[in-house]
């Protein structure tokens, strides 16, 4: 077998249009809806699918719970411009810019929280 890319990745949330907005608002990313009303959030060539706390869908994890993901996004953006815009949007930096190591090389990387406490990582490959 051989694999090539994620497609998505499911995120459990506690309050779908709060996690939209932050999403949408603070990352940029563009909501779409689709099926019979599922929300999802994308951006470049990904998508998070947002499952509501206690009304997911099958199948799902074992254990779905808000705040139990971290995700690393990378950007174009430059991190340095990145922490203005968070700034901007009352949004706390919680550890960075450090260097770490991501799937292709180094990354230059911030650390905030979304509405629901998973930690995402916003990176500048080096």
């Known amino acids: 077998m051989e694999l090539d890319a994620i497609d998505h990745v499911v995120l459990t949330v506690r309050d779908i249009p709060a996690s939209v907005a932050f999403y949408t608002s603070v990352l940029g990313m563009r909501e ?11 951006f470049g060539r990904c ?10 869908f099958e199948p799902k994890a074992a254990h779905p719970a808000p705040g139990a993901v971290d995700l690393c996004l990378l950007a174009h953006t430059p991190v340095a411009d990145i922490e203005r815009h ?13 260097e770490r190591t991501g799937a292709q090389g ?12 998973n930690l995402i990582e916003l990176s500048n490959p080096l």
């Open 32 to 42: 779409v809806v689709f099926g019979e009303g599922r929300r999802a959030l994308v």
């Open 47 to 56: 998508k998070l699918n947002l499952h509501q706390v206690g009304r997911e």
């Open 106 to 117: 180094p990354l230059l990387s911030v650390y905030v929280r979304d509405p629901d406490g």
């Open 86 to 98: 968070l700034a901007s949007h009352g949004v706390a930096i919680e550890a960075g810019p450090i």
